[in-house]
């Protein structure tokens, strides 16, 4: 990802009109930190459930009643 935000930031840089802002490398990429959240066990589980069912498979755990 580091070599495309550089390419990135050169092309913007060489496009830029005068008087703007030199764009630099971290404009371009990605904050991943900002992008994660924290799931609880339930949403965990629910993903689980869902992508096991997409998959064809079954819910092997005993039901509750």
Same mark, same amino acid.
């Given at each position: 990802?580091?070599?495309? %935000?550089?390419? =990135? %930031? +050169? $092309? %913007? *840089? %060489? *496009?830029?009109?005068?008087?703007?802002? /030199?764009? !630099?490398?971290?404009?371009?990429? /990605?904050?991943? !930190?900002?992008? +994660?959240?924290?799931?609880?066990?339930? !949403?965990? $589980?629910?993903? =689980?459930?869902?992508? +096991?069912? =997409?998959?064809?498979? &079954?819910?092997?755990?005993? &039901? &509750? &009643?």
């Amino acid at each position: 990802m580091l070599g495309f %935000a550089i390419v =990135a %930031a +050169t $092309i %913007a *840089n %060489a *496009n830029r009109g005068k008087g703007q802002r /030199p764009y !630099e490398v971290k404009d371009f990429m /990605p904050d991943f !930190e900002k992008l +994660t959240k924290t799931q609880t066990t339930d !949403e965990m $589980i629910q993903f =689980a459930e869902m992508m +096991t069912m =997409a998959m064809g498979g &079954k819910d092997l755990r005993k &039901k &509750k &009643k």
